[in-house]
């Protein structure tokens, strides 16, 4: 009989509990029965998946490859009996989710209390981090993006356009004063980013053309809330799309300066995900209820842009 499942849910079983007693304890039988099962498991498929020691294991790279894809195959198994046995219930499961902290938290998290009336019986699991995630990796679901489709094998949606726009705190400017022109920069603190792809550079226009500016000042973060926090406790200025400061900008808390020399050029927003295959239903009822909602939430921005300017 093909116990292909069964020899999984062993092998995640041991890598969870690191050791094969541990594993067996878990699973109510005996250490001799687990190793024999993943020798098995291992001599079916021609390679090695754990490197034993007397004190502990390792996985081999073909391990690490056959633990990532047995925890989805499971996880999937798990829905798909929830989704039968919930019958006309509705969705379930759970719904990996990676966001860029700003748009996380101004744009996703305020519609998940909605999301969760409608769909009651789906966890939603919220990664939020500026770092490109890597779906496939990562076990990711959904990816909201700000910026290019680097990987061409994920499928978008999108879900709208952000413009840069350079704002500080009205206490900023009082103190340090408001730039008039690029070459004004260099006197004012400027605040950045850390990860890799960011530069210290922000493009401007200047006598007639566009340029890469240098710029420098006393923050580099890694996520786009710390650098809008800090710009509305006064640090200094911040370059950051427009959703991302539109509230700040509405409630007086930032104002946006060298909108005639700043360049607010635009980066797609939108939601990605591994295809072609079939979407579990969990990750189609989520794209169905928060693309058009986020769709709405870009627009408005966008509008309320385009009023400001």
């Known amino acids: 009989m093909d116990n292909r499942v069964g020899e999984m849910h062993v092998f995640v079983s041991v890598v969870a509990a690191g050791s094969f007693s541990a594993a067996a304890r878990r699973l109510t039988t005996t250490p001799s029965t687990v190793s ?3 020798a098995r ?3 079916r498929l021609g390679v090695r998946l754990v490197e034993r020691s007397t004190r502990s294991l390792a996985l081999t790279a073909e391990g690490h490859l056959y633990h990532e894809r047995s925890q989805r195959l499971l996880a999937d198994l798990d829905e798909l009996e929830l989704e039968v046995a919930a019958g006309s219930a509705g969705a379930s499961g759970t719904v990996r989710v990676n966001a860029s902290v700003g748009f996380g938290a101004i744009a996703v998290e305020p519609l998940l209390p909605a999301f969760w009336r409608a769909h009651p019986n789906i966890v939603v699991d919220l990664s939020l981090s500026d770092e490109m995630a890597d779906l496939y ?5 959904i990816a ?3 910026g290019g489709l680097v990987d061409s094998s994920l499928i978008a949606r999108k879900i709208g356009t952000a413009r840069r726009v350079i704002v500080a705190s009205p206490s900023y400017l009082e103190a340090m004063g408001v730039p008039q022109d690029v070459d004004d920069l260099d ?4 605040l ?3 990860f890799r792809r960011a530069q210290p550079m922000w493009p401007m226009r200047t006598g007639g053309r566009i340029i890469d500016r240098m710029v420098a000042g006393t923050l580099l973060a890694n996520n786009g809330e710390t650098v809008r926090r800090l710009a509305v406790a006064g640090a200094g200025l911040a370059r950051l799309g427009d959703y991302h400061a539109r509230a700040d ?3 007086g808390r930032l104002v946006e300066v060298l909108a005639a020399a700043g360049v607010g050029d635009e980066e797609q927003v939108a939601a990605l995900y591994l295809g072609p295959q079939r979407l579990p239903a969990r990750v189609t009822v989520f794209l169905d209820f928060f693309v058009p909602r986020l769709r ?3 627009a408005s921005a966008s509008n309320a842009s385009a009023a400001g300017g």
């Open 36 to 38: 024999k099962l993943i």
């Open 41 to 43: 498991l291992e001599s």
């Open 137 to 141: 990796v990562e076990g990711t679901d």
């Open 144 to 146: 909201f993006r700000v």
């Open 187 to 190: 006197r004012h603190n400027c």
């Open 192 to 194: 950045g980013f850390n």
């Open 249 to 251: 900008i509405a409630a």
């Open 296 to 298: 709405a939430f870009m």
